[in-house]
């Protein structure tokens, strides 16, 4: 177990800007290539960039014209996200065999951004920024710890919020289950090449688990209205899970353990979080109104068109 991790530690300086610098090149280019590849060919969409930027914002995904987008990770994200990779690392290490620190540090920050990269294309693909537009604003930033007023999508503030969380729900269960298809985009690390499906599951929830708890970490104790608690996302994200097993041909019930492992790992043993199984009996009985809550809000008049060529 490592020391608990503070916002004021995941704001600081990383300890090595050179590594940082070579992730983030690698990831922004990982990114566009995925995106020419697999969003570009399957969805209607002109064009989507992708940048790493020396600014103190976290992630933002931005309507840039007709059918443009762009999505941001600024240099307070990346750093947070090294600096939990970097804190993890030496106990991460003893369930990766013959991984270095610094394959180690790696693996983990490609991991944690490529599952924050999907969550927001999923925003992009899902139509949520033109839902979001359609109700006042042209900007979309994922993590709020500064208080900034956020618009509501109903008059009623309880709908709202369960507007706003299904709309979350979604581009998790999207990042959850793309991530492991197309982590290949970006890994460099031979030892998750040779690792079989339930082992990829494993690690899979152990890199959600800590991905969904950083998140919370960033938005500093604030109630940002929109995002179901960290424990409950990665209840809910087992849901993703059995369906991407059946597509798979994967044993569900031995791969949705594994993932179930994998977040214990992360929240409780490396993180040192107290976990109770509260959430996940949450988790399921969200899972039960969120259809019905999507259909409320009415996504479905903004998805952007799948291609099918
Ligand atoms: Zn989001």
């Known amino acids: 177990m490592i020391s608990p991790i503070t916002f004021d530690f995941l704001m600081g300086p990383p300890n090595d800007l050179v590594l940082l610098d070579e992730l983030e090149c690698h990831l922004a280019k990982s990114a566009e290539k995925f ?78 951004s490529w599952l924050i990269l999907l969550h927001e294309v999923a925003h992009v693909t899902h139509g949520h920024l033109e839902y979001i537009k359609s109700n006042g604003s042209n900007d979309y930033h994922e993590v709020n710890n500064q208080r900034t007023p956020l618009i509501h999508l109903h008059t009623d503030q309880e709908e709202s919020k369960r507007f706003w969380r299904a709309l979350e729900s979604e581009a998790d269960a999207y990042a959850i289950n793309a991530s492991v298809v197309t982590f290949r985009y970006i890994n460099t690390n031979v030892w998750w090449n040779q690792l079989k499906p339930q082992a990829i599951m494993h690690h899979h929830g152990a890199m959600a688990s800590a991905a969904f708890h950083l998140m919370h970490m960033l938005a500093n104790g604030h109630d940002d209205f929109r995002h179901p608690a960290a424990n409950i996302r990665l209840g809910i994200s087992l849901a993703s899970i059995e369906t991407l097993a059946k597509r798979m041909k994967w044993t569900v019930a031995g791969t949705v353990e594994e993932a179930i492992k994998g977040h214990y790992l992360m929240a409780s043993d490396i993180l040192g979080l107290h976990v109770s199984i509260t959430p996940k009996l949450e988790a399921a009985c969200y899972m039960l109104t969120l259809d019905d809550v999507i259909n409320r809000a009415g996504f479905s008049q903004f998805r952007i068109p799948i291609q099918l060529s």
């Open 35 to 112: 995106i020419d590849e697999v969003v570009k060919k399957g969805f209607a969409i002109e064009s989507l960039d992708f940048e790493c930027s020396y600014s103190p914002i976290l992630a933002r995904a931005k309507i840039t014209g007709k059918s443009t987008y762009k999505i941001t990770f600024g240099r307070t994200l990346t750093g947070a996200i090294f600096n939990l990779a970097s804190s993890i690392a030496p106990c991460l290490q003893k369930e990766m065999t013959g991984c270095s620190e610094s394959e180690t540090i790696g693996y983990t920050f490609n991991y944690i």
